[in-house]
């Protein structure tokens, strides 16, 4: 009963942890002193910036610009404005892609008092997606920049030049930044970036991304670091995944820096529901209360930090970072190991360690880990939601039911494998069920490898572990000693994100010394054990939290299970009769289940997480045909058929490039008359092949599709050299915005051959003549370009 009562303390107190470690601080009012961070002054200008969707090159976007310009006029920065032409390649799937707009940053200067010191500068960008205010991306950062600037200025003169850049286009392609840190004066000035981004509508500010050798920025941040979830695994993580931000450009060109970002509230990730109303004004505290810090301690000291080793480092609780160098892990590791040689010893003299016990322990943790990461990949095929950026939308608009049945099913599995482990004889039921776990995962999802090697993994694992009884003392050292393996296989190969390991495994390995690997069993070991499981737990919640909403892959949730495992095995382990031991992870796993079915089951639109939609009206004109489109992915919602259906014509499936990768829904319709993209191809006296393109007036957007069947020697874009069908029969892809006068492509082939050319303009409204779209209903929204006029077509030049 000791014990039992211990685990449920452990686990509610890891509870209550995680969630002081997540929850955002209560937002400060707009009486508060003129030297501290209020989200409610803040929110007047969210309030502002996020009247309506404002893209680049859009007269909203224009509105923003002029309040941007006035509020840093008031706050005597002498802003001004930066007009360019950017635009950036890249290679997707194996096709090249170019994106590039006319851009107006804003630009401004808060004088410090040595004006030749490397400036600091602060980032955030002003343009919204096409069908979102964007209160929280990017109003948010905007709205802590100023009143970050207003409360240093409060502060008297800093040390420094603080620059404020105020970036367009980065929603077209981080273009505003790449206009600033290619082109303008300012930007051999700045030694130190700030940036401020959102992929959400909630939850606390994260520090996820700084420069390379981060040493000495890291040390700074955790000085002033408040409340803050951030760690060296989320730099590792970032670094090492697609994504982007304008600091990615500001990194690229040498400038070290904090990147400042959150995640929660994800379903309002680019979404018309992205309204200062439904934004988190504690979140707005957080990254204020930490920006706010992090500037005033650069901009107040006399150097910036240079550069040294990069640094292992994590929030703990409250405001701590713990920070090491890398080099310091290895002490860590070595301690761990003492303190497992201490327990090992002492157990020695009331229990029994066969070596074939730890390893049926060793194996035990691995099911964990196995098992784990499958239910929960099995949970998530069940949902019957697919995998993608719009198609995950119904888990975000409910997502806590979904988030507590990760969290079910992973701690059911967690506490499972200890009772049954001491039992023994579960070997055929662990390994049958794993078995057909894994078969379930393409059952109902379509053929799932991943799912299926891990129901070999634990099967086999299953079988290995659990057959006959094995002793506290063994097989918790066995689960140790997977800890400490891994953890020195991370510090080896990548230290900075070593410590996840080993921080739990150094609780664990401190509780297994002071109670003799579990041996020692009376009231106030067994309280401590309690206490270090709590510690620990809560810590890894937060990490658990974090990974669940930024990533949509639940099966990487196991390695936090695992890691629980060394904390709570001794916890778990069962009293007799063992039977009461299941009892917690019966009632968790069946829990866990009902939320996986009501996810599945309930219609989750509502007029605060409405279904997302995407119609066009098309006109095809290298096919003499009208068409009413859908984009979104999955079956087609009833407002959406009811859209291609107005004119009577059938719904079904088709491709319909240059608009669209990939198959969309769409009827006919009855023709408009509407303007297409102006093409013209022509050869130079020089032998360059120059096409010139513009959308018709009132389009935004001109895309274009080109693939030569010969490369080329050299190419420009409106005069700037890029790199651009070099390979012969690759389509590049371009996606220029904001620029009425549209766009000139000049091309040097090798020899004689032939350019394909796919087009479409955007025009962001529905065509007049066409009949007109009926009202959404409160729980559908529109999502990206919805509701535009498209006119494609396409042609073919031989030279």
């Known amino acids: 009963m000791v014990r039992a009562i211990a685990l449920l303390a452990a686990l509610a107190g890891a509870l209550l942890l995680a969630w002081t470690g997540t929850k955002t601080p209560a937002p400060a009012p707009a009486s508060a002193p003129a030297t501290a961070f209020s989200a409610e002054r803040a929110m007047a200008d969210i309030r502002q910036i996020a009247r309506a969707p404002h893209p680049v090159g859009s007269a909203a976007n224009a509105r923003v610009r002029d309040i941007l310009i006035g509020r840093m006029t008031a706050l005597d920065l002498s802003p001004g404005t930066q007009t360019a032409q950017a635009f950036e390649t890249r290679a997707v ?64 003169t800093p040390a420094r030049d603080i620059i404020v850049i105020i970036t367009d286009g980065e929603e077209a392609g981080l273009l505003g930044a790449r206009a600033f840190f290619d082109q303008h004066p300012l930007r051999k000035r700045v030694g130190l970036v700030i940036n401020m981004e959102a992929r959400g509508g909630g939850g606390r ?8 050798d981060n040493g000495a920025i890291i040390a700074a941040f955790a000085r002033t670091a408040v ?48 309204t200062p109303a439904n ?35 994590s929030q703990a609780f409250g405001s701590v970072v713990l920070a090491y160098p890398a080099w310091g892990g290895w002490i860590l590791l070595l301690a761990a190991a003492a303190l497992l040689t201490v ?81 023994g004889g579960a070997r055929r039921g662990l390994a049958g069920a794993a078995l057909v776990a894994g078969l379930l995962c393409s059952a109902l999802g379509g053929w799932d490898p991943v799912g299926l090697g891990l129901g070999v993994a634990a099967a086999l694992l299953g079988f290995a572990a659990f057959g006959r009884p094995v002793g506290l003392p063994a097989a918790w050292l066995g689960v140790l000693v997977t800890g400490l393996v891994v953890a020195i296989a991370l510090q080896a190969l990548q230290p900075t994100v070593a410590f996840l390991v080993a921080w739990p495994l150094v609780l664990a390995a401190v509780g ?68 009461r031991a299941l009892a917690p992870a019966a009632g968790l796993l069946l829990a866990g289940l009902a939320l996986t079915g009501f996810v599945r089951l309930n219609d989750p639109w509502t007029a605060r997480h409405p279904r997302a939609t995407s119609v066009f009206h098309v006109t095809d004109l290298t096919r003499g045909e009208t068409l009413r489109v859908a984009t979104t992915p999955g079956d087609l919602d009833p407002w959406s058929r009811r859209v291609l259906t107005a004119d009577g014509g059938a719904v079904g499936r088709r491709d319909l490039p240059p608009l669209r990768r990939g198959v969309v829904w769409a009827a006919q319709a009855r023709p408009v008359g509407a303007a297409g993209a102006r093409v013209e191809i022509t050869r130079s006296a020089d032998g360059r092949v120059v096409l010139r393109a513009a959308p018709p007036p009132g389009a935004r957007v001109l895309i274009l599709d080109l693939k030569a069947d010969v490369p080329m020697v050299a190419a420009t874009v409106n005069g700037r050299p890029v790199k651009l069908l070099a390979t012969a029969g690759v389509w590049t892809h371009l996606r220029w915005t904001a620029t009425p006068g549209g766009v000139e492509i000049a091309l040097t082939p090798r020899q004689a051959g032939a350019l394909e050319i796919r087009h479409a303009s955007i025009d962001e409204r529905w065509p007049e003549g066409a009949s007109p779209l009926p009202a959404r209903p409160a729980d559908v929204m529109a999502f990206d370009l919805s509701d535009s006029t498209v006119v494609i077509g396409a042609s073919r030049f031989s030279w």
Not at 573 to 579: E, I, Q, S
């Open 93 to 156: 799937r194996g096709d090249g892609w170019l994106v590039g707009a006319t851009v107006e940053n804003i630009v401004g200067v808060l004088p410090g008092r040595d004006r030749a010191l490397p400036a600091l500068a602060l980032t955030a960008h002003y343009d919204s997606v096409p069908a979102s205010p964007g209160a929280a991306d990017d109003a948010t950062g905007l709205a802590v920049t100023l009143e970050t600037l207003r409360a240093i200025e409060a502060r008297g």
């Open 205 to 212: 500010a994260n520090m996820f991304q700084t420069g390379p």
């Open 227 to 274: 409340n803050p979830v951030s760690n060296s695994l989320a730099v590792f993580l970032y670094e090492n995944m697609p994504n982007d931000t304008d600091f990615t450009v500001s990194k690229a060109a040498g400038v070290p820096g904090l990147n400042f970002a959150f995640i929660g509230r994800q379903f309002d990730y680019h979404a018309m529901t992205s």
């Open 279 to 313: 934004l988190d004004v504690g979140s707005v505290q957080s990254m204020g209360d930490q920006v706010l810090a992090a500037a005033a301690d650069l901009a107040f000291a006399r150097t910036l930090p240079g550069k040294a080793p990069d640094a292992v480092y």
């Open 343 to 423: 327990a090992v010893l002492t157990a020695r003299e009331t229990a029994d360690l066969p070596p074939a016990d730890v390893a049926r322990g060793a194996g035990a943790a691995l099911f964990v880990l196995a098992a784990s990461a499958l239910l929960l990949h099995l949970a998530r095929r069940a949902t019957g939601v697919d995998f993608g950026f719009l198609e995950q939308r119904p888990l975000l608009a409910q997502w806590g039911p979904w988030e507590t049945a990760l969290a079910a099913l992973g701690l059911a599995v967690l506490l499972l494998a200890p009772p049954l482990l001491a039992r």
């Open 512 to 579: 297994a010394a002071a109670t003799a690997l579990g041996t020692r069993e009376d009231r106030p070991h067994t309280a401590a054990l309690a206490l270090l499981a709590a510690l620990g737990g809560g810590w890894l919640a937060v990490f658990f939290h974090s990974v669940a909403q930024g990533l949509d892959m639940p099966d990487l949730l196991g390695l936090f299970l695992w890691l629980g495992a060394l904390l709570v095995w001794p916890l778990a382990w069962p009293a007799r009769p063992w039977r």
